[in-house]
């Protein structure tokens, strides 16, 4: 680990402002993905701003229905939240289906959105990755690639990114607020995360030095009723092979609406418009569901090694719209 | 740098630390606390494990400037203080002694730690014994690598039947 120097930021104006001055600074959030990539040499900064104590860490009801999440919130106190719980079940689920409960005790709402690839061959310093050196070339392909994308991915990297969390964020239409250098904005949770293409190095559309200070939702009333499902290899602490975050607005035995985001198959949380769009209108048959989660995976693209995700896909998909239109005609 | 924080009550102060270290590290190389272990440095194992604030956390990935004015309770801390000859193991301590569910003993500070944590936040919020699941699920972030877990469930077990006892008026089981 090279040296470098760390400060305590006063507050979120100050440190972007000393982050977006130097390209080898980066802001230190709950440090159990950053401290880590210190070690292994993935990352090389000359100063670390740590923003935990500026920045809010609670949940607060907005005017309009909505909820702010303070981005310096912990991942287990975002988890039991009695209102995040009470009207966002599926973010609490998907949250505590994450990492083990002393990560979550350290981990905030901002970093677990800025966390890196699990991908073995970022990790590994001493392998071509195209997302941690561009242009040394992608050493997943033909290796290792039980984790990695079978959606939106591209010849220069198949990587999937980790959270649990933005994938029922994804499905939430959650919105991101970025303090940068020019002042406070807003993006979409699900434009937050880019698809590799030909730059995987660039994970977000943040810029260097923005500041992700708070996560809003919508109101969303049918979410009450919604659903974490994760497949993975052992039952607790481990990254998802497919994941699925879901919410039905069921009324006289119709879908009004879905909302469902796939973890676990892309290099961004999957917003499954295409099994959305199947679904709205339509009464909740297993064909019906059976036709979703076809129409969402059939530019499924898996490569040596992940053949199997296209069907668990499917199958996680259906299992969880199952469960919730069960749930909503027995309730 | 310095940093100044509370461990086991009390006030510490390590100096000329680097950025670079971690709270494990100024903890076990700086203040002569070696009960928390390194074994990952990566957060996988759990083996590190310490109270921070209340709240378990692996020290491995905590930044030694993080700790600042901060309350750390490691391992050492459980035990009840008093001269060292009069020192008692605490109620998790002892469990683990007596279910056999210590082996090599590296992962086993982390593991009271997180057991400790566990029957604080069930027992001692006046809630039941943790069942097996609820057990297994909050000791997921720590590996053992000798015992197969069993005999670790049965002194988590013990250790919870025994706080609840005493915990429900029968004095110490």
Same mark, same amino acid.
Request: hydrophobic share 35%.
């Given at each position: 680990m090279n040296p470098f120097d760390y400060r305590r930021a006063e507050d979120? %104006?100050? %440190?972007? %402002? $000393?982050v977006a001055a130097d390209p080898r600074a980066m802001f230190l959030?709950?440090?159990t993905n950053l401290v880590d990539h210190l070690k292994l040499g993935i990352v090389d900064p000359d100063l670390l701003v740590d923003v935990t104590r500026l920045l809010p860490d609670g949940v607060e009801p907005l005017p309009d229905g909505g909820? *702010?999440?303070?981005a310096g919130m912990r991942n287990s106190d975002l988890a039991a939240d009695p209102l995040i719980r009470r009207r966002y079940p599926v973010l609490s689920q998907a949250l505590l289906s994450g990492a083990s409960g002393q990560l979550r005790n350290a981990a905030t709402t901002g970093g677990n959105l800025l966390q890196r690839t699990r991908c073995v061959y970022f990790q590994d310093v001493t392998m071509a990755c195209n997302k941690r050196r561009p242009g040394s070339g992608c050493s997943a392909f033909g290796g290792y690639t039980r984790y990695h994308a079978i959606l939106g991915a591209s010849e220069h990297c198949i990587a999937t990114h980790p959270s649990d969390m933005a994938v029922a964020l994804s499905a939430l239409d959650a919105t991101v607020v970025v303090q940068g250098t020019d002042g406070e904005r807003r993006v979409a949770m699900t434009e937050l995360h880019r698809l590799p293409g030909d730059a995987p190095? *660039?994970? $977000?559309? =943040?810029r260097h030095g923005d500041l992700i200070t708070a996560v809003e939702l919508p109101d969303l009333p049918f979410a009450a009723r919604s659903r974490y499902r994760k497949v993975r290899d052992r039952a607790s602490y481990a990254f998802a092979l497919v994941s699925v975050a879901a919410a039905v607005d069921l009324s006289d035995g119709v879908i009004r609406e879905a909302r469902i985001a796939l973890g676990g198959v892309a290099h961004k949380p999957w917003r499954a418009t295409r099994a959305e769009a199947e679904l709205r209108? %339509? /009464?909740? $048959?297993?064909?019906? =569901? /059976?036709a979703a989660a076809e129409a969402e995976l059939a530019e499924a693209r898996?490569?040596?090694?992940?053949?199997?995700?296209?069907t668990l896909a499917r199958n996680t998909l259906v299992a969880t719209l199952r469960d919730l239109v069960e749930e909503e005609r027995t309730r | 740098m310095r940093v100044s924080f509370e461990v086991n009550g009390h006030e510490v102060t390590a100096d000329n630390v680097w950025p670079g270290e971690s709270l494990l590290y100024? @903890? &076990?190389? &700086? @203040?002569?606390l070696p009960g928390s272990k390194n074994a990952c440095e990566q957060g996988e194992c759990g083996s590190c494990t310490v109270y921070l604030d209340g709240v378990t956390v692996c020290s491995c990935l905590v930044a030694a400037g993080q700790a600042q004015g901060r309350a750390v309770r490691t391992v050492?801390?459980?035990a009840e203080s008093g001269d060292l000859a009069e020192r008692r193991l605490s109620p998790v301590q002892e469990a683990f002694v007596e279910a056999g569910a210590v082996q090599c003993g590296f992962c086993t500070p982390g593991l009271l730690v997180q057991t400790d944590d566990l029957i604080e936040r069930t027992v001692g919020q006046g809630g039941g014994v943790p069942d097996e699941a609820e057990i297994r699920e909050h000791l997921a972030g720590n590996l053992c690598r000798c015992t197969g877990y069993e005999k670790i469930i049965d002194a988590v077990r013990l250790a919870a039947e025994r706080t609840a006892a005493q915990r429900d008026g029968g004095g110490p089981a």
């Open positions: 979120a %104006a100050g %440190a972007v %402002a $000393t959030g709950g440090g909820v *702010r999440i303070g190095e *660039r994970d $977000t559309v =943040l209108g %339509a /009464r909740p $048959t297993e064909e019906t =569901l /059976r898996p490569v040596e090694g992940n053949e199997f995700k296209p | 100024v @903890l &076990r190389e &700086r @203040l002569g050492e801390g459980l």
